[in-house]
């Protein structure tokens, strides 16, 4: 199994080193390869990447993470492409429960899981699981489907059969969109044990119910009509 982790960053000095090195740490040699699509960045993003040995920098001049992972999707030479934010990072067991699940489940094309936050006063980590645990995951056994693209597997086969990403959804309801359309082709799975560790900087900053509510409406949204809600997104960075 060839495995490509792509991580698509922007302005993301403060964060990526932490990032590939957790990534270097716990790929255990799983990976092909490691690529950093660097998203036009003005601080010091690509040139900390580049000095990361075992790293590949990539630079997509088009703004947006859709157009930062369609470039990784179109340079990736992996058969399994793991897309993760520049913030994130994988735990022990992640590679070992990505392994598992495309070796044994041959009808998987595509996985994804919860974030748990590493940055969270332990009042909102329980409001995070309850929002996982009671709400996310009672839904997406009900709809069938659920992703979020920050902790997205995919089939690069099954991605090129999907004519890639849709780049035009800016943000809101775009891991909704990638998963419905790649549970045509198999199984669109979400595992609650499939956990990345992530910063929760943008829900502090935006306000966790404020965020909570557009991603459910837009989730709602695309499940409904097939597109999103909110077309428009003002990156706080």
């Known amino acids: 199994m060839k495995i490509s982790l792509i991580i698509c960053a922007y ?3 403060k ?29 010091r993003t690509k040139e900390i ?16 993470p859709n157009f930062a992972r369609q470039k990784g999707f ?13 913030d994130n990072h994988i735990g022990e067991n992640w590679v070992k429960i990505l392994i598992e699940e495309f070796t044994n489940n041959p009808k998987t094309v595509c996985l994804s899981g919860p974030y748990e936050y590493y940055d969270f ?22 709809v069938g489907y659920m992703a979020i693209w920050g902790n997205f597997i995919i089939k690069k086969e099954i991605l090129e059969k999907m004519n890639g990403i849709d780049t035009s959804i800016q943000f809101y309801g775009d891991d909704t969109n990638i998963s419905r359309r790649a549970s045509k082709f198999g199984k669109a799975k ?13 829900l502090q ?11 459910v409406l837009n989730f709602l949204s695309q499940i409904i009509t097939k597109k999103s809600i909110t077309q428009t997104y003002n ?3």
């Open 11 to 13: 302005n993301e000095e």
């Open 15 to 43: 964060y990526i080193q932490a990032c590939l090195d957790n990534a270097l740490k716990n790929s255990f040699g799983k990976f092909q390869e490691i690529i950093v699509v660097d998203n036009n960045s003005t601080d």
């Open 49 to 64: 990447a580049e000095k990361t040995p075992g790293v590949t920098v990539v630079t997509e001049l088009k703004k947006g």
């Open 74 to 86: 179109e340079v990736a030479t992996g058969d399994i492409l793991a897309f993760i934010d520049a």
């Open 121 to 142: 006063a332990k009042w909102q980590k329980f409001l995070t699981l309850i929002y996982w645990y009671i709400l996310a995951y009672p839904v997406y056994l009900l």
């Open 190 to 202: 979400f595992k609650l044990n499939f956990i990345i560790y992530s910063s929760a900087r943008r």
């Open 205 to 215: 900053d935006q306000g966790m119910f404020k965020i909570a509510a557009l991603y």
């Open 235 to 237: 990156d706080i960075r």
